[in-house]
């Protein structure tokens, strides 16, 4: 028969490519409905198909823009719902998903290799930041001084959102069920825990805050006068100072605190326990499954929602430049990541490596502008991080589609 969609056409291939071997923990042999579970979109996006998906989307933020402009929807009631989606939809989300993935012993070298490329990835992300433009009209609007830019930047470039992947490889790849078995091995790998854990550290490390009490501890200053031109000194520091007094840094208190926001993760927490509860076998009753999957459609609605309410194009000249600045560093690093992986690491299979390269060239997670608006970075960085972040996705989606074209293989 004609298969009509290509969410049908996805799920025949998957019936003849589904490894025997590749079983839930439950039991039963792997449907291809269930080999897809982890690509859905947004809510209501499966039942629409991919291009009515991304148009869901863009009307979840379009919402979300109007919301913004009502006047009961206070800074207050956006922090409020805010809160509610990454300390709790979120959490749910990420628990259901980790607790009920299947994992593909086939795939499994794909895990330290994700772990080896992440470490580079932040290597290389932190000496790309060293470019971080001045841009002092940006310091002046936020109120932060360029080391704390240098770390805004760093985080920008940190991560990938697989919200958007894990259905174009769905619907896109020549073979889904083995492009989204590598795609999510990478993501287990270094993926999640980077970004539900340790990019909390990294800001941490960069906040106002632990940069002020930081720099007051190294000088010391022996009057109260001299607390001043401490102030001064850490609006011009630069991010070469920063590393030359990070040992001293640290032992003034901020490894602790950077650690404690770490292990604080409620994000991380819920990632640890689905990933315990999966490789202990404790059973998901069916009935859960189903609501924790709702939860977790019903959260990506919200993150959509969060994008238009934090999101606004009524930036500065200054503002456009130094978000392009960040958006570059971003890019070279996963060019100079996506050509390694291509030309100098063997992996299973020609899909795996495609599938892998367009995972590189996700845009950046969304949970970034909780950490930052946790933190303290304030709102205009805030602000910046999810326009910024608006403007990756739709570039990423971009070069995704182009790689899944015209890739070999």
């Not at 998906?53 to 719902?81: E, F, K, N, P």
């Not at 470019?131 to 310091?139: D, N």
């Amino acid at each position: 028969s004609i298969l009509d969609t290509p969410r049908q056409r996805v799920i025949a291939m998957a019936a003849v490519a589904s490894p025997p071997e590749l079983r839930f923990w439950r039991g039963k042999d792997v449907v291809p409905e269930d080999v897809l579970r982890t690509a859905q979109g947004p809510v209501g996006s499966q039942e629409l198909g991919r291009t009515a998906g991304v148009l869901l989307v863009l009307a979840y933020i379009a919402v979300g823009i109007a919301l913004r402009r009502a006047s009961w929807m206070t800074d207050h009631r956006c922090d409020q719902l805010r809160w509610f989606t990454f300390k709790v939809l979120f959490p749910i989300y990420l628990l259901r998903t980790l607790w009920s993935i299947s994992l593909s012993l086939d795939f499994v070298t794909v895990l330290p290799l994700s772990l080896g490329f992440h470490v580079l990835w932040f290597v290389l992300s932190q000496q790309l930041s060293t470019f971080t433009p001045e841009a002092k009209e940006v310091q002046s609007e936020s109120g932060q001084p360029h080391v704390v830019l240098t770390g805004w930047a760093l985080l920008m470039a940190q991560g990938e959102n697989m919200a958007f992947t894990y259905p174009l490889l769905a619907e896109a790849s020549p073979q889904p069920v083995e492009s989204l078995a590598g795609a999510m091995m990478w993501d287990l790998g270094a993926n999640i825990w980077l970004c539900q854990g340790f990019l909390w550290g990294i800001a941490t490390l960069y906040s106002p805050q632990v940069q002020a009490g930081s720099y007051q501890a190294i000088r010391a200053p022996e009057t109260a006068g001299e607390e001043e031109d401490c102030t001064s000194d850490l609006m011009e520091s630069t991010f070469q100072s920063l590393m030359g007094n990070l040992p001293r840094s640290w032992a003034s208190g901020a490894k602790d605190v950077a650690i404690k926001a770490v292990t604080d993760s409620i994000l991380l927490r819920a990632c640890l326990a689905g990933i315990c509860f999966n490789l202990l076998r404790i059973p998901l009753p069916w009935i859960v499954d189903a609501a924790l999957l709702q939860i977790g459609a019903l959260c990506k609605a919200f993150l959509y929602l969060l994008v238009g309410l934090y999101a606004d194009f009524n930036i500065s000249y200054a503002d456009c430049r130094f978000i392009a600045a960040t958006l570059a560093q971003r890019f070279a690093a996963q060019i100079a990541l996506a050509m390694l992986l291509i030309e100098a690491v063997p992996l299973p299979s020609l899909t795996c490596r495609n599938a892998l390269v367009v995972t590189i060239f996700s845009p950046g997670p969304s949970v970034l502008m909780h950490i930052l608006a946790e933190v303290g970075y304030g709102q205009h960085l805030v602000k910046l991080c999810v326009t910024s972040s608006l403007v990756n996705t739709v570039l990423c989606l971009l070069i995704q589609n182009a790689l899944l074209q015209y890739l070999p293989g």
